[in-house]
């Protein structure tokens, strides 16, 4: 049996170097300033990824591939969820140079077609968050 899914692309230009976005990447306590309340990551291949976002909601998955400075592969999905539960879904974070700044490409493969309007609006906010925090400024409380 095969599900359908969907895939949802989301691209950003950061005024930092990739080496700088890539530490929002794989740095817990950097992850967290941008997108949850705290974050457990251990960024090689098979390491733990978990996110604690508002309202006790847990994202839980594993990192799939670490390319420093260029490339980061995560499973994504969520304790608790039906359609969705960890490990479900691939996000792809691609870091591009570009001139002194960074394009990051983020591919999010594997959703539920009635997951993709929350997922989209998730990578339309924090995408941005992160830009502000790899340039150096604070993106303010994380939303709920």
């Given at each position: 049996?095969?599900?359908?899914?969907?895939?949802?692309?989301?691209?950003?230009?950061?005024?930092a170097?990739?080496?700088?976005?890539f530490?929002?990447l794989t740095?817990?306590?950097?992850?967290?300033?941008?997108?949850?309340?705290?974050?457990?990551?251990?960024?090689?291949?098979?390491?733990?990824?978990?996110?604690?976002?508002?309202?006790?909601?847990?994202?839980?998955?594993?990192?799939?591939?670490?390319?420093?400075?260029?490339?980061?592969?995560?499973?994504?999905?969520?304790?608790?969820?039906?359609?969705?539960?960890?490990?479900?879904?691939?996000?792809?974070?691609?870091?591009?140079?570009?001139?002194?700044?960074?394009?990051?490409?983020?591919?999010?493969?594997?959703?539920?077609?009635?997951?993709?309007?929350?997922?989209?609006?998730?990578?339309?906010?924090?995408?941005?968050?992160l830009?502000?925090?790899?340039?150096?400024?604070?993106?303010?409380?994380?939303?709920?």
């Amino acid at each position: 049996m095969t599900l359908d899914t969907e895939i949802i692309q989301v691209e950003r230009r950061v005024e930092a170097p990739p080496h700088a976005v890539f530490r929002y990447l794989t740095e817990s306590g950097l992850w967290a300033r941008w997108q949850g309340e705290s974050a457990e990551l251990d960024p090689l291949p098979g390491g733990r990824f978990v996110v604690r976002m508002a309202e006790g909601q847990v994202v839980e998955g594993e990192f799939v591939a670490v390319e420093p400075d260029a490339r980061v592969v995560i499973t994504w999905g969520w304790q608790g969820h039906p359609r969705m539960p960890p490990g479900a879904t691939t996000v792809e974070f691609q870091l591009v140079a570009d001139g002194t700044g960074t394009i990051v490409r983020l591919t999010h493969r594997g959703l539920p077609p009635e997951d993709v309007p929350l997922h989209r609006a998730g990578g339309d906010m924090f995408l941005p968050r992160l830009a502000i925090a790899a340039e150096g400024r604070d993106p303010g409380p994380n939303p709920a």
